[in-house]
């Protein structure tokens, strides 16, 4: 990527849309090829000149290039390998981990409840387990009765 849009408009990446397009016109009239009897450098200036304004003032257009700015790519860090340290990688990888604040909590489930054979059973199991085995007395009871009725 090129030099800063922001860097070359003179202005802060908070600027608002009127600050766009103020720099905008006071650049665009510095640097018009008419000015400058159509010279062929001055016509290139202009030209970026347009295209960064066009980049800043559409709100679409600007947040890509926002993101593009603040997230440089991995090759363009491994240019600067002077400036190379590894704790960049864990910065870059657990800040931006969406799982971070679920692996930081004390509770190591989150918010869901562990896993039955964790939790210690309470009164809602054991009647549960009650109602089971009366369910199956009472059946297997029914059948013999019904059995033994028909002997």
């Known amino acids: 990527m090129e030099k800063n849009y922001y860097q070359l408009f003179g202005i802060a990446q908070t600027a608002s849309l009127d600050e766009i397009k103020k720099s905008y016109r006071i650049l665009a009239l510095k640097y018009h090829p008419d000015k400058h009897g159509g010279d062929q450098k001055y016509e290139q200036i202009f030209k970026k000149i347009n295209h960064i304004y066009e ?5 679409d257009k600007r947040s890509r290039y926002d993101y593009e700015l603040n997230n440089i790519s991995l090759d363009e860090q491994a ?22 604040p679920m692996w930081e909590s004390k509770k190591p489930y989150g918010n869901a409840p562990p896993p039955r054979a964790y939790r210690p059973l309470g ?6 387990w009650l109602y089971y085995i009366l369910f199956a007395l009472f059946w297997f009871g029914l059948m ?8």
């Open 55 to 59: 980049v800043l003032s559409d709100d």
């Open 123 to 128: 009164i809602k199991d054991y009647l549960r």
């Open 79 to 100: 240019l600067n390998a002077e400036n190379f340290d590894p704790r960049d990688f864990k910065s870059a990888y657990v800040s931006s981990d969406p799982f971070r």
């Open 144 to 151: 013999l009765y019904l059995h033994l009725r028909q002997t």
